[in-house]
């Protein structure tokens, strides 16, 4: 199977960059006119600045994913996705959907990932800030967590060097005005709506990923509450009846030790 949900981690970092310009101009072929539009890149920096000044709320999303199957035929796969955020250290994100039946507890430095199906459950030690524990999981567990780019605090200045951006101008996301944005590279491409208004959250994004012989695709949209009315339970893991707790190895690499 081919890595849609890691794209959902690595995507912006991969393709956008990071000088923030307001607009840029465009010559019309045959005219000398220029026409004046937003600058992409920019607009999304704002976008993720924005979510990381936030330190609470919920979003609910839904994602269609395409897979290959012994590349014979493409199926796509169907996920809808629950979190709640509290900045430093308190997540909780649930997942259901056609592949996975999975819930991930962050509560102050403590990681419980739960299988609802196996009714298993791994716990682990971990930064006590959203930000590290994300970070942590990646790089020593190979654990991708489910539109990770939104919940970091900081990940604006994660950005790799820019890449050309297009401005396809406004369209409606469930009624909601949004600057429509695309970007580019040789084995990926990505387009995202974001909101336009003083907040700019992002609606719906489309990850292409064009580096094997599919051109695979996964949609988003997503529905966002910024003033979510959290309980302490909200972050809790409570071993369900007949739970049985396994160990989260770390990951190794194809060909390492």
């Not at 101008?169 to 990505?190: I, P, Q, R, T």
């Not at 700019?200 to 580096?211: A, E, T, V």
């Amino acid at each position: 199977m081919r890595g849609i949900k890691h794209l959902l981690y690595v995507s912006v970092m991969v393709l956008l960059g990071s000088t923030a310009v307001h607009a840029a101009a465009e010559t019309v072929p045959g005219s000398g006119t220029k026409l004046m539009y937003p600058t992409p890149s920019y607009i999304l920096k704002n976008a993720y600045g924005y979510l990381g000044s936030l330190q609470h709320f919920s979003f609910d999303a839904v994602t269609d994913s395409d897979d290959s199957v012994g590349q014979k035929m493409i199926v796509t796969y169907t996920h809808r996705t629950h979190v709640d955020l509290e900045r430093p250290g308190k997540l909780h994100v649930r997942m259901k959907g056609d592949l996975k039946n999975r819930s991930l507890y962050l509560f102050d430095g403590i990681y419980i990932l739960y299988d609802h199906d196996l009714n298993y459950y791994g716990i682990l030690e971990t930064p006590k800030t959203i930000d590290g524990t994300l970070d942590y999981l990646f790089e020593n567990f190979n654990i991708k967590t489910i539109l990770a780019n939104l919940l970091y605090s900081d990940i604006e200045k994660r950005l790799a060097p820019k890449t050309k951006g297009y401005y396809f101008g406004l369209a409606e996301v469930d009624g909601v005005m949004c600057h429509h944005l695309g970007f580019m590279n040789k084995d990926h491409e990505f387009q995202v709506w974001v909101e336009k208004s003083v907040r700019p959250l992002i609606r719906k994004f489309i990850i292409i990923d064009k580096s094997g012989r599919e051109d695979l695709r996964s949609v988003t949209k997503i529905r966002w509450n910024l003033h979510p009315n959290f309980k302490p339970s909200d972050f809790h893991f409570k071993v369900p009846e007949g739970g049985a707790q396994i160990s989260i190895a770390p990951y190794r690499a194809k060909g390492g030790k």
